[in-house]
């Protein structure tokens, strides 16, 4: 029941979510945006790319070479290529340059955003992700609001995306969205950027207004008129000067924005409709056997999501990412709602029997999925059913 409670003080403050109502804890909060993603995605693949200038492109099929740069890896970006940039266009500045031109594949980066979410959201106390490559999350709980803490804990996070995935991502860490997310900005490629409360100030005072999110050109020609260019510029601007100009609420905004004190809480999206957990095997194998002991902690930190929110769920797939990272999956489903976890391993058991039939590879990584969840209610488990009454 743990995370049920601290998640409703969360939601009653969302300015301090302080574990067990100890009140007023520094707000923890992190963005993390994955680097040159698509483009890092088709390197991973094929690691001869490296070195070369890639760009993953969208073809709009009129004329051979005509659509846009989807991305564009570093190398390519030292060239100036970049997003939006017409195909023709970018090749140009690439020729004689060895480019490398691959058509983009959407659900390839999906398949593989959504195991990082799944990874991510097993990591952190809320996750909201807010793009294919990118998410905020708070992390005020799990390090008590200790900023040495978050920064141990956002350096595993990369560590565990590159075991996983081969993938850098940069990380900001700060006290609130607009300065995580500052800060992940600032760390491209692969850094991670800590701003603790006591060095928001300085880290902000230099940044052009223009950087600050929701500071579009016409916010920053304005600001322009009024002498005021900087952050820390506009931090120091009374409050009736920028509500005259902007409005109450948007002056009001940029504000809160300038000083790091916005307060929008961290979003965890609705309520899960599955939990599952993935881990990279200790090594490549076909051998059903060895997968499921490695997943055996898994499946008990699954159980353990079941019966702390009080659930039940009819569904087990197995997810198996094979050697060529390709992902296969398995499910069954139960005719009624089950609790237990004797069934979820018996399910998983026979399930990834299967799937090393089908498979054709080696698992590389393996995963357990329960879906189809309902309350539990007044529904008995199987267990307290066996249990003899007392
Ligand atoms: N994307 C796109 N068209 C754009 C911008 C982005 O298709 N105009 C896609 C490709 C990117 C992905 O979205 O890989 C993520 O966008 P980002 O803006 O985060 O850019 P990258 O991840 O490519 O690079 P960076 O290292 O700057 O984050
Ligand atoms: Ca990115
Ligand atoms: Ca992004």
Not at 302 to 310: A, C, D, V, Y
Request: charged share 25%.
């Amino acid at each position: 029941m743990d995370e049920i409670q601290d998640h409703t003080r969360r939601l009653q403050n969302p300015l301090n979510g302080g574990p067990r109502g100890i009140p007023f804890l520094p707000r923890v909060i992190g963005h993390i945006d994955l680097d040159y993603f698509y483009a890092q995605v088709e390197e991973v693949e094929n690691p001869s790319l490296k070195g070369r200038p890639v760009i993953v492109c969208v073809f709009s099929g009129r004329t051979e070479d005509s659509g846009v740069v989807s991305t564009a890896n570093y190398k390519a970006r030292g060239f100036g290529v970049h997003s939006g940039m017409p195909i023709i266009q970018a090749k140009k500045r690439l020729e004689g340059h060895d480019p490398k031109v691959i058509r983009m594949d959407h659900e390839k980066y999906e398949a593989i955003s959504n195991r990082i979410m799944e990874e991510l959201g097993q990591m952190v106390d809320v996750l909201e992700p807010t793009g294919i490559d990118e998410a905020f999350f708070d992390i005020t709980n799990s390090t008590g609001g200790d900023y040495s803490r978050a920064s141990r804990l956002a350096e595993s996070i990369k560590a565990a995306i590159t075991k996983s995935e081969n993938l850098t991502c940069s990380i900001g860490i700060g006290r609130s969205k607009i300065v995580a997310k500052l800060g992940s900005d600032m760390a491209k490629p692969g850094g991670l950027t800590i701003i603790s409360p006591e060095t928001t100030e300085s880290f902000l005072a230099p940044l052009d207004a223009s950087k600050l999110y929701g500071v579009g050109p016409k916010t920053t020609s304005a600001l322009e008129e009024m002498g005021i260019r900087t952050v820390g510029e506009l931090a120091k601007t009374s409050p009736p000067d920028l509500e005259r100009r902007f409005g109450r609420k948007f002056g009001g905004y940029l504000l809160a924005a300038a000083t790091g004190t916005d307060a929008d809480p961290v979003a965890a999206g609705l309520e899960p409709a599955q939990f599952s957990r993935i881990v990279t095997l200790r090594r490549d194998t076909r051998d059903p056997k060895e997968v499921i002991e490695q997943l055996s902690g898994g499946m008990q930190y699954i159980h353990g999501k079941l019966e702390s929110s009080g659930k039940s769920f009819k569904t087990v797939t197995a997810i198996g990412i094979l050697t060529d990272l390709s992902t296969k999956t398995k499910s069954k489903t139960f005719e009624t709602a089950i609790s237990d976890l004797t069934p979820i391993r018996e399910a998983a058991s026979a399930l990834f029997d299967e799937l090393s039939k089908t498979a054709g590879k080696e698992f590389r990584r393996a995963g357990v999925r329960i879906s189809g969840l309902e309350d539990v209610e007044d529904q008995t488990s199987l267990s307290e059913f066996l249990r003899p009454a007392r």
